[in-house]
């Protein structure tokens, strides 16, 4: 009987092209595992340690270091070397004291380093908002995460910064005019500007975001905008120039 299930391997030719890895030293990459993220938008754990941030240097090293619980994704120890790291998620080392954030670039998402005071906090978009038993208000996120909360005041698109593990949220960033937004994905991602206007879709055409940015002005779907702040970023979003 032939095998039902995907495919456990990938080879680094192979891999997505937003991935910013060597692609001829070694013929097979670590997978993401099925998870918080899509394989196309996240890297698994054991690239990002090894391949990014150069904090090990073999697959057993990985292997080492998260049996240990040695490393931290959103507060919390994780022990697959496949498991998906992907947007404003938060890889922290601390026996090394260093905390990384995984922001876009141009050349997909690149780890920036971050102080320790905002390892503990992470952007989340709001991706859906439905009513569920009891009457009750279930909120889902782009990193997979789910939040019962009758009492905040979220729309889909908008963004919350959420204290994590405890995914406390500690304020509300609506996607309107005036309020500060990231572009995540294309040629302009990781630029940083004001929302000039916020155009409803149609049946046939995606809502619209037009965002003043150091590059100029620009219309882009909605999909591509990620709320980060009123005034500026609420934290740290951008690569380091």
Not at 58 to 87: M, S, W
Not at 167 to 189: I, N, P
């Amino acid at each position: 009987m032939g095998k039902k299930s995907g495919r456990t391997k990938m080879k680094r030719l192979s891999a997505p092209r937003s991935w910013d890895i060597a692609r001829k030293e070694a013929r097979f990459i670590t997978k993401p595992s099925p998870g918080t993220h899509a394989v196309a938008k996240s890297y698994s754990l054991a690239v990002v340690l090894r391949d990014l941030l150069g904090m090990v240097a073999t697959q057993k090293e990985v292997t080492q270091v998260l049996t240990r619980g040695e490393v931290l994704v959103d507060g919390v120890p994780r022990h697959d070397p496949g498991f998906p790291v992907g947007l404003f998620d938060v890889v922290s080392i601390p026996k090394e004291g260093k905390s990384f954030r995984l922001v876009p670039s141009p050349d997909g998402l690149v780890p920036r380093d971050i102080v320790s005071t905002e390892a503990g906090m992470k952007l989340c978009r709001v991706r859906s908002k439905v009513k569920i038993t009891g009457g009750h208000i279930q909120f889902g996120f782009h990193d997979g995460r789910s939040l019962l909360d009758d009492k905040l005041l979220a729309s889909c698109g908008d963004t919350v910064v959420m204290r994590v593990p405890q995914q406390a949220v500690v304020e509300s960033l609506k996607l309107e005019k005036g309020a500060t937004a990231l572009v995540v994905s294309g040629d302009r991602a990781g630029q940083v500007g004001r929302i000039v206007s916020v155009k409803k879709g149609t049946s046939s055409r995606e809502k619209m975001v037009a965002l003043s940015l150091p590059s100029g002005e620009t219309e882009l779907p909605e999909r591509l905008i990620f709320a980060v702040g009123t005034d500026k970023p609420a934290l740290e979003v951008q690569v380091k120039s």
